[in-house]
């Protein structure tokens, strides 16, 4: 079955960073990208960045340079997001999906809620 | 960055009827670069068409996308209850960054 797993809820004081997994199934890894999304709570798709599996370049949304990370497991079929100093702004559903050059993103993970409270 | 301008804001129509979205670039986009996307509540957005006018694998024909250069339409034939929901188009090919725009939200009349 085809399909991008994502972790779970995750709750995080103001300060602290988070790191989200993806794990692929079902199809090459190293075959297409993945791009991270995020959606604040009643609000529209922001795109955070993009990392190639076949060998870990990656290209950052300028608003979060400096401030996240995208990495990649060859072994365990899985990509990471990590985002560090997290404020409320920070609150959201993050998403990953697969991202193959001309074909959009053809397959979404079921998105994980990162709640940043004090 | 490209910025992408969706409109309507808000379209209300009732089944059966057409309905046309409108996304609009500040600068040219490539044809070959431009998707539009579904989402319903509590759901992940959902490819409808890439490339401009390329229906994405399992879409109904009753959507259609068009367009190039700064002007791009995704044009819902006939409209059926499960389409009402919010959608976006995005530019992903640019070397500046890929970009949403805001959403149209389609709505019951």
């Known amino acids: 079955q085809i399909q991008l797993l994502q972790s779970g809820l995750e709750v995080k004081k103001p300060g602290a960073s988070m790191k989200v997994s993806c794990k692929t199934s079902g199809y090459t890894f190293t075959s297409s990208g993945i791009s991270w999304v995020r959606q604040a709570p009643g609000q529209g798709l922001e795109w955070m960045g993009w990392v190639h599996t076949a060998n870990d370049n990656t290209h950052y949304a300028q608003k979060f340079q400096g401030r996240v990370t995208m990495t990649r497991d060859t072994s365990a079929s899985t990509v990471y997001m990590e985002l560090r100093s997290l404020t409320s702004d920070d609150t959201a559903v993050y998403y990953c999906?697969?991202?193959?050059?001309?074909?959009?993103?053809?397959?979404w993970g079921q998105g994980t809620l990162i709640i940043a409270s004090s | 960055e490209i910025v992408l301008t969706q409109s309507p804001g808000t379209l209300s129509l009732s089944p059966g009827e057409r309905a046309t979205l409108s996304c609009r670039a500040s600068q040219s986009v490539s044809s070959s670069y431009l998707a539009w996307y579904q989402q319903k509540p509590g759901q992940a957005p959902r490819l409808l068409i890439y490339g401009a006018s390329s229906r994405a694998t399992g879409i109904p024909d009753r959507f259609s996308g068009s367009g190039s250069g700064t002007d791009f339409t995704l044009t819902i034939s006939r409209l059926e209850p499960e389409d009402f929901a919010v959608y976006y188009c995005?530019?992903?090919?640019?070397?500046?960054?890929?970009?949403f725009g805001q959403g149209t939200r389609l709505e019951i009349k």
């Open positions: 995005q530019n992903y090919g640019s070397s500046q960054g890929y970009t």
């Open positions: 999906a697969r991202d193959t050059l001309g074909l959009g993103f053809d397959l």
